[in-house]
């Protein structure tokens, strides 16, 4: 009603003001996937201000919410294999709904997202054309830039051969409420204030897969000629697998923060965090730093075959750079998907190793993440 109808929102503000609320037990609710025009027509139009009640956003499901629905049947099924389908699907129910469970991750891909008339083919088109009403090439674009990690806008910008301007800042903002996009600042942890370099990342799990592997082959998809035997034969997987484990760890932050021991404990800041070199310091770049007022926590955030304690020397390196304010403690945490080595607990050194089996609720020895 609201797409479609240029007066609807003043339609629907009579409606409200003279009939709706005059009902003292009416709830209204008003939701959808055009997140952006809810967002301008509703929630900061000027006509509606003290009238909302809730602004809610449904986030996607955490990961141990997600392994409810491989437990379908007698099937046992391993960490890896889920996690690499929520690489591709995140937290989204409806995705997850057609997931059979006595399938591998290479098929369940293969049936949801490379095979002719499937549901993730051309899922995107109608979720992006849905949530965003205008300006959708540009928006693409953006999408296509911030596909090979986090940006700032002035490096959005000079990927795209554009102004950093309003109209710029505004798109960003734009695919920030529909869910593509997320915006992280968080705290300087060396002067302890809020840190004036603003980046974006891809926050949605599909929208990076399908623009990496989907949109270039979608052709051939259609005409049944795009074959393959494994994931791993596609172009760039390994790394991909990588950007898009941590962006479920970015979602999944609040069980992140269960697990460190921090559920209790006021966080001022959690976000990925990149230090620029300069003539007194060397850069750094921190996949999750949680802040806390007397400690900073260094999560490290790995997915690979195997994890040996080269991880360790990997994450000090990184920690000896970083700038604190003097009385902070640094504590690193290793989170990881893999073989982990026998010899990274035995160091000592990460205060706490979380592995993708306890986001997931299962024990390591489901998934081939056991300590060798």
């Known amino acids: 009603m609201g797409k479609y109808d240029v007066a609807f929102p003043g339609e629907l503000k009579y409606a409200w003001d003279n009939r ?3 009902c003292p037990k009416l709830i209204m609710v008003l939701c959808g996937s055009v997140s952006s025009w809810i967002d301008k027509k509703i929630l900061k139009s000027k006509g509606f201000v003290g009238r909302p009640s809730l602004n ?7 990961m141990r919410e997600c392994a409810a629905f491989w437990k379908r049947g007698g099937c046992r099924v391993s960490c890896t294999d889920m996690i690499d389908v929520m690489s591709v699907t995140g937290g989204v129910p409806k995705y997850l709904e057609n997931i059979d469970p006595a399938m591998s991750a290479d098929e369940n891909v293969k049936r949801l997202c490379f095979t002719a008339g499937a549901l993730l083919v051309d899922e995107f088109d109608e979720i992006f054309n849905d949530a965003l009403d205008v300006n959708l090439g540009l928006k693409k674009r953006i999408l296509v830039a911030l596909g090979e990690g986090m940006k700032t806008p002035t490096e959005v910008a000079e990927a795209l051969g554009l102004e950093n301007n309003g109209h710029l800042s505004s ?3 734009e695919l920030e409420t529909a869910g593509f996009v997320a915006k ?3 705290l300087n942890p060396g002067t302890g204030k809020r840190s004036n370099v603003v980046r974006y990342r891809i926050s949605d799990n599909y929208t990076r897969f399908y623009l990496r592997f989907i949109e270039p082959n979608r052709d051939l998809i259609k005409r049944g000629t795009f074959t393959f035997v494994s994931l791993e034969q596609l172009p760039g997987w390994k790394t991909m697998l990588g950007l898009q484990f941590e962006c479920l760890i970015y979602n999944n932050l609040r069980d992140i923060v269960r697990c460190i ?9 959690a976000a990925p ?7 007194r310091s060397a850069g750094c770049q921190i996949d ?6 007397r400690m900073l926590y ?3 955030i790995k997915r690979r075959e195997s994890v040996g304690e080269w991880v360790v020397a990997e994450v000090e390196e990184k920690v000896s750079k970083l700038k604190a304010m003097h009385g902070v403690s640094v504590i690193p945490v290793l989170v990881y998907d893999g073989h982990l080595s026998k010899r990274v607990p035995a160091d000592g050194y990460f205060g706490r190793i979380i592995s993708a089996c306890e986001l997931l609720g299962l024990p390591n020895y489901c998934s081939g993440n056991e300590m060798s």
Do not use: H, M
């Open 20 to 22: 709706f609320s005059k």
């Open 273 to 279: 965090y990149v230090q620029n070199p300069t003539t």
């Open 171 to 173: 798109w960003l903002a």
């Open 56 to 62: 809610l956003l449904v986030p996607e499901l955490s």
């Open 298 to 300: 260094v999560v490290e």
């Open 261 to 269: 021991g921090l559920d209790q404990t006021l966080i001022l800041s």
């Open 184 to 186: 992280d600042t968080g």
């Open 288 to 293: 999750l730093l949680v802040q806390t007022r």
